[in-house]
T-cell receptor, first 116, second 110 residues
Framework: DTAVSQTPKYLVTQMGNDKSIKCEQN?????MYWYKQDSKKFLKIMFS???????INETVPNRFSPKSPDKAHLNLHINSLELGDSAVYFC???????????????FGPGTRLTVL | GENVEQHPSTLSVQEGDSAVIKCTYS??????FPWYKQELGKGPQLIID?????GEKKDQRIAVTLNKTAKHFSLHITETQPEDSAVYFC?????????FGAGTILRVKS
């Protein structure tokens, strides 16, 4: 069984379009994340949701809007795509355990977005 | 906020040799330090982690050390094998947020 899944795996689109990436986890975790990995492999957090509530938003342009319909899903919608949005986007999830800071994150396989 | 620096950016070793990757962090409040391995075309996968109340942890050929005073931690891989070739990321954080290092491309030559 896939723990964290993302669709699509590849996404090629024109500048200015709007697109969505979907993420689902079947681990029963409370917290989900979106990361962006650029061409130099740098991995940077974009958003974090805990029980459908936004808890981290790392100065991401408001063209990016995450949506969490339930705690097992965190989708990423991107408006007016730009060339600089080309990257691999990873979804991840973790189980929050109070203030114990145990936060092993499980990553999905990634979505490679190419904006032409 | 937290800042994590990772060195080296690339590392080539002969099969059977050891590999060491080092990271430093800036926020003394960070209390969780995982290491992730990313193979080509896949998502990062946790290989070992350490918490701030522990100085060293070992799992078979992989070990991690943490020096809280100096704010640095290291990954040690012994008896490297070709399948160890991948990108390795360190991270530091606490609560729900992790800040990742820039990654190290490890190549194990057979």
């Amino acid at each position: 069984d896939t723990a964290v899944s993302q669709t699509p795996k590849y996404l090629v689109t024109q500048m200015g379009n709007d697109k969505s990436i979907k993420c689902e986890q079947n681990l029963g975790h409370d917290t989900m994340y979106w990361y962006k990995q650029d061409s130099k492999k740098f991995l940077k957090i974009m958003f974090s949701y805990n029980n459908k509530e936004l808890i981290i938003n790392e100065t991401v342009p408001n063209r990016f809007s995450p949506k969490s319909p339930d705690k097992a899903h965190l989708n990423l919608h991107i408006n007016s795509l730009e060339l600089g949005d080309s990257a691999v986007y990873f979804c991840a999830s973790s189980q929050e355990v109070g203030l114990a800071a145990y936060n092993e994150q499980f990553f999905g396989p990634g979505t490679r977005l190419t904006v032409l | 906020g937290e800042n994590v620096e990772q060195h080296p950016s690339t590392l080539s070793v002969q099969e059977g040799d050891s590999a060491v990757i080092k990271c430093t962090y800036s926020d003394s409040a960070s209390n969780y330090f995982p290491w992730y391995k990313q193979e080509l075309g896949k998502g990062p996968q946790l290989i070992i982690d350490i918490r701030s109340n522990v100085g060293e942890k070992k799992d078979q050929r992989i070990a991690v050390t943490l020096n809280k005073t100096a704010k640095h931690f290291s990954l040690h891989i012994t008896e490297t094998q070709p399948e160890d070739s991948a990108v390795y990321f360190c991270a530091a954080g606490g609560g729900n947020k992790l800040v990742f290092g820039a990654g190290t491309i490890l190549r194990v030559k057979s």
